[in-house]
């Protein structure tokens, strides 16, 4: 960065704004009292709360927009009163409350949402389903699953089935096998409904691979789909209700497929490719050879691989030297790590496969050092994303999906935007593979100061991915940042479908209003400016 943004070592001694003023302004609540009087009584006084303080925890996300409008002292789009509601039965009642009485309705799971997910743009109430609904529905070992409530936390979950032994009277320890970067604040519910992906999807699976059923309450009434593992009944339920991102109703338990938990036999790799071309073809091979998936499989271009050299302990080593004398250049090299797991003899087998074509195709193996420094980082290199923002310089991300055959156009598009602004980084990765494509993920870090110049950058690479042809997200979901470019994505025939689904569930529009999945938009989201006016 020193070279890249001109900066100097000083440079980074007093920062700009630490931002750890407290949270003195008050806004007022804007719910009416006997409404207000209603939710005390159906969930107690201690599980409703008007304080300003957790009014804008439960709307801001973990966006970068919602980080610069924190730092700035914009508070805007709260909703009136936070709910914990205690059960089920309590979330039926407020429904169908809040329908009668035309209230809206967002949802708060762990509060990691990258895409204004939550944000209660027209007020109203949100519900906390991480205080009390995190708990376990159902434990079944014969069929391999359990059902928990859609407030628990990843770390919670995790907790409970590696300790199955001890904690469910399980005869083995088990995994959910999702990890999504956010996983330390990310909620069970948050995954579904966003669709999301753990960093160990290429084996394990993306979160619409792992559950079973879902139940939901919605304005409608309870639905409920069934906990089979397959079922030839008419349409899929559970693919049509997940990513619904609040939009159709509360989901309120989920049942998951479980894995076994194995982790002495994880088998670590890593290589380096000499260019981009060859590592990527390397990488769509393994998926399309047959040999089985590895896990964590992440695989960095040129530019990331540079700043990798740096966070792997990798530069001025020997492994360094020998890197440069069998050709490697800078700028140029791209970095393959990852590792197999499940049964031992299946992932020594899957390590063996990807060392023998990543060798034939002229990479320089690292051995297990690189992946070891990965897994020490990977749920901390994001509070990087706060501390440079101390010092004038931002970091976000966008991701998108595409196919092996417009792997190059999508990447090279993307890059062409970020860098069309002088002295900017874009690093790109692969990290979730199929055999017929993957995704790829775009990091992009600048000295910037304007809410408008980054919104501007933010919407020109998520014009670049749709013209491109690539899908405008792969995990992260569409909320209400990429929801202005949703019907062209998906067409409007699938619009339909997705405003048919919108007006059955939820005919008055109270859950989640404000142009979550590209549903009544405002103006400015229509032509792609929201919150263009915060410029301060």
């Known amino acids: 960065m020193l070279d890249t943004f001109g900066m100097q070592s000083q440079d980074f001694v007093l920062p700009e704004d630490l931002a750890l003023d ?77 329908n009668e009485h035309r209230l809206p309705v967002y949802i708060f799971g762990g509060g990691s949402s990258v895409i204004r997910g939550f944000e209660a743009v027209k007020s109203g109430i949100s519900l906390d389903m991480s205080k009390h609904m995190n708990r376990v529905v159902a434990f079944n070992e014969l069929n391999q699953t359990i059902t928990v409530e859609a407030g628990m936390s990843g770390p919670q979950l995790e907790d409970l089935l590696n300790h199955a032994p001890e904690k469910l009277g399980a005869k083995r320890r088990y995994t959910c096998g999702h990890f999504p970067q956010s996983f330390e604040y990310s909620s069970v519910g948050g995954w579904v409904v966003t669709r999301g992906a753990g960093q160990n999807s290429t084996y394990f699976g993306k979160i619409e691979d792992i559950v079973m059923s879902q139940e939901y309450v919605t304005p409608k009434g309870v639905f409920k789909t069934q906990d089979q593992p397959r079922a030839a009944t008419g349409p899929d339920f559970d693919q049509l209700m997940m990513g619904s991102e609040g939009c159709f109703g509360v989901l309120t338990n989920i049942t998951l497929k479980l894995f076994r938990f194995q982790l ?41 691989t540079e700043v990798a050299m740096h966070q792997y302990a990798l530069a001025g080593t ?52 690189p992946v070891r420094m990965w897994e020490k980082g990977r749920y901390k290199d994001p509070y990087m994303r706060e501390d440079l923002q101390d010092f004038g310089v931002m970091i976000d991300t966008l991701e998108c999906a595409v196919t092996w055959s417009n792997m190059e156009k999508v990447h090279q598009a993307v890059r062409e935007v970020v860098h069309s602004r002088p002295k900017t980084i874009c690093m790109t990765h692969i990290s979730h593979a199929y055999p017929q494509g993957s995704n790829l993920y775009f990091i992009f870090i600048a000295r910037m100061n304007s809410i408008k110049e980054y919104l501007e950058m933010q919407y020109a690479i998520l014009d670049a991915i749709q013209k491109s042809g690539a899908a405008m997200s792969h995990h992260h979901g569409i909320g209400k940042q990429t929801a202005p470019w949703l019907e062209e994505q998906i067409g409007t025939p699938a619009m339909d479908v997705v405003r048919a689904l919108k007006l059955h569930f939820d005919p008055f529009n109270i859950m989640n209003p404000g142009g979550t999945l590209g549903l009544d938009l405002s103006e400015e989201q229509k032509i792609k400016s929201w919150s263009m006016n915060l410029e301060d």
């Not at 002495?264 to 060859?278: A, E, L, P, V």
């Open 22 to 98: 407290k949270v003195v302004q008050e806004v007022p609540s804007g719910i009416e009292p006997e409404h207000l009087s209603f939710l005390v009584s159906m969930c107690g006084q201690e599980n409703v709360s008007t304080d300003t303080y957790a009014r804008i925890d439960r709307s801001y996300g973990c966006g970068m927009i919602d980080s610069i409008r924190l730092r700035r002292h914009i508070i805007e789009n709260l909703p009136d009163v936070v709910v914990a509601p205690r059960s089920q039965a309590e979330i039926e009642q407020i429904i169908g409350y809040c």
């Open 264 to 304: 002495q036999n994880k088998q670590r790799f890593c290589f380096m490719f000499k260019n981009w071309d060859d590592a990527w073809n390397a990488y769509r091979e393994i998926m399309q050879s047959e040999f089985g998936y590895p896990s964590v499989f992440r695989l960095s271009d040129p530019e990331e």
């Open 318 to 369: 020997p492994a360094d030297t020998a890197l440069k004398l069998a050709g490697h250049k800078p700028m140029q090299k791209c970095l393959l790590l990852g590792y197999s797991e499940g049964e031992c003899g299946f992932a020594r087998h899957i390590k063996g496969k990807i060392r023998s074509l990543c060798l034939r195709r002229g990479a320089f193996n690292l051995g297990p050092m």
